[in-house]
Nanobody, 127 residues
Framework: QVQVVESGGGSVQAGGSLRLSCTAS????????MGWFRQAPGKEREGVSC????????SYADSVKGRFTISRDNAKNTLYLQMNSLKPEDTAMYYCAASSYSGCAGSWWTRSNYNYWGQGTQVTVSS
Protein backbone atom coordinates (compact mmCIF):
# COMPACT_ATOMS: atom_id res chain seq x y z
CA GLN A 1 0.00 0.00 0.00
CA VAL A 2 1.46 3.32 -1.08
CA GLN A 3 1.47 6.17 1.42
CA VAL A 4 2.55 9.73 0.76
CA VAL A 5 2.66 12.02 3.78
CA GLU A 6 3.51 15.73 3.82
CA SER A 7 4.63 17.75 6.83
CA GLY A 8 6.16 21.09 7.69
CA GLY A 9 3.36 23.47 6.84
CA GLY A 10 2.43 26.35 9.10
CA SER A 11 1.82 30.06 9.39
CA VAL A 12 4.53 32.61 8.67
CA GLN A 13 4.80 36.29 7.90
CA ALA A 14 5.64 37.55 4.44
CA GLY A 15 9.36 37.26 3.79
CA GLY A 16 9.69 34.23 6.01
CA SER A 17 10.67 30.66 5.21
CA LEU A 18 9.28 27.17 5.57
CA ARG A 19 10.57 23.73 4.66
CA LEU A 20 8.10 21.10 3.61
CA SER A 21 8.87 17.40 3.74
CA CYS A 22 7.18 14.45 2.09
CA THR A 23 7.82 10.82 2.90
CA ALA A 24 6.69 8.07 0.54
CA SER A 25 6.39 4.39 1.40
CA UNK A 26 5.11 1.31 -0.38
CA UNK A 27 6.77 2.25 -3.66
CA UNK A 28 10.26 2.21 -5.12
CA UNK A 29 11.03 5.87 -4.52
CA UNK A 30 13.95 6.10 -6.94
CA UNK A 31 11.73 4.98 -9.82
CA UNK A 32 9.62 8.12 -9.57
CA UNK A 33 10.03 11.75 -10.37
CA MET A 34 8.35 13.71 -7.58
CA GLY A 35 6.34 16.89 -7.63
CA TRP A 36 4.90 19.56 -5.39
CA PHE A 37 1.52 21.09 -6.17
CA ARG A 38 -0.59 23.66 -4.36
CA GLN A 39 -4.20 24.67 -4.25
CA ALA A 40 -5.55 27.93 -2.91
CA PRO A 41 -9.23 28.29 -1.96
CA GLY A 42 -11.39 28.66 -5.05
CA LYS A 43 -8.50 27.97 -7.42
CA GLU A 44 -7.27 25.04 -9.46
CA ARG A 45 -4.46 22.86 -8.16
CA GLU A 46 -1.26 24.04 -9.80
CA GLY A 47 2.19 22.57 -10.24
CA VAL A 48 4.92 24.17 -8.14
CA SER A 49 7.98 22.06 -8.86
CA CYS A 50 9.23 18.71 -10.10
CA UNK A 51 12.46 16.76 -9.53
CA UNK A 52 13.69 13.78 -11.53
CA UNK A 53 14.42 10.41 -9.92
CA UNK A 54 18.11 11.17 -9.36
CA UNK A 55 17.65 14.73 -8.17
CA UNK A 56 19.81 15.87 -11.07
CA UNK A 57 17.21 18.03 -12.76
CA UNK A 58 14.45 20.25 -11.44
CA SER A 59 11.63 22.35 -12.84
CA TYR A 60 9.70 25.24 -11.28
CA ALA A 61 6.64 27.31 -11.90
CA ASP A 62 7.56 30.87 -12.85
CA SER A 63 5.81 32.18 -9.74
CA VAL A 64 8.27 30.42 -7.41
CA LYS A 65 11.52 30.43 -9.38
CA GLY A 66 14.39 31.83 -7.34
CA ARG A 67 12.46 31.48 -4.07
CA PHE A 68 11.67 27.77 -3.76
CA THR A 69 14.08 24.83 -3.97
CA ILE A 70 13.03 21.22 -4.44
CA SER A 71 15.31 18.40 -3.36
CA ARG A 72 15.15 14.71 -2.45
CA ASP A 73 16.96 12.16 -0.36
CA ASN A 74 16.48 8.78 -1.98
CA ALA A 75 18.07 6.97 0.96
CA LYS A 76 15.29 8.31 3.17
CA ASN A 77 12.45 8.17 0.60
CA THR A 78 11.91 11.84 1.32
CA LEU A 79 11.15 14.88 -0.79
CA TYR A 80 11.66 18.47 0.35
CA LEU A 81 10.55 21.94 -0.64
CA GLN A 82 12.50 24.85 0.81
CA MET A 83 10.38 27.98 0.52
CA ASN A 84 12.03 31.36 1.06
CA SER A 85 10.82 34.93 0.66
CA LEU A 86 7.26 33.76 1.09
CA LYS A 87 4.43 35.95 -0.14
CA PRO A 88 0.75 36.04 0.83
CA GLU A 89 -0.07 34.64 -2.60
CA ASP A 90 1.84 31.48 -1.67
CA THR A 91 -0.92 30.67 0.81
CA ALA A 92 -2.36 27.29 -0.18
CA MET A 93 -2.59 23.62 0.64
CA TYR A 94 0.60 22.01 -0.61
CA TYR A 95 0.56 18.48 -1.99
CA CYS A 96 3.33 16.02 -2.72
CA ALA A 97 2.90 13.57 -5.59
CA ALA A 98 4.78 10.68 -7.15
CA SER A 99 4.96 10.73 -10.93
CA SER A 100 4.24 7.82 -13.22
CA TYR A 101 7.57 8.66 -14.85
CA SER A 102 11.16 8.79 -13.64
CA GLY A 103 11.71 12.17 -15.27
CA CYS A 104 9.86 15.46 -15.27
CA ALA A 105 8.07 15.38 -18.60
CA GLY A 106 7.65 18.49 -20.69
CA SER A 107 4.28 18.98 -19.09
CA TRP A 108 5.41 18.14 -15.56
CA TRP A 109 2.64 20.33 -14.10
CA THR A 110 -0.08 18.04 -15.48
CA ARG A 111 -1.84 16.29 -12.62
CA SER A 112 -2.56 13.16 -14.64
CA ASN A 113 1.22 12.49 -14.78
CA TYR A 114 1.13 11.70 -11.06
CA ASN A 115 -0.47 8.57 -9.65
CA TYR A 116 0.14 8.85 -5.91
CA TRP A 117 -0.81 11.88 -3.82
CA GLY A 118 -0.57 12.96 -0.22
CA GLN A 119 -3.29 14.62 1.82
CA GLY A 120 -1.59 17.98 1.85
CA THR A 121 -0.10 20.40 4.37
CA GLN A 122 -1.38 23.95 4.83
CA VAL A 123 0.87 26.96 4.30
CA THR A 124 -0.44 30.37 5.34
CA VAL A 125 1.53 33.55 4.70
CA SER A 126 0.33 36.77 6.31
CA SER A 127 1.22 40.26 5.16
Amino acid sequence: QVQVVESGGGSVQAGGSLRLSCTASGLTFVNHAMGWFRQAPGKEREGVSCIVWSGGSTSYADSVKGRFTISRDNAKNTLYLQMNSLKPEDTAMYYCAASSYSGCAGSWWTRSNYNYWGQGTQVTVSS
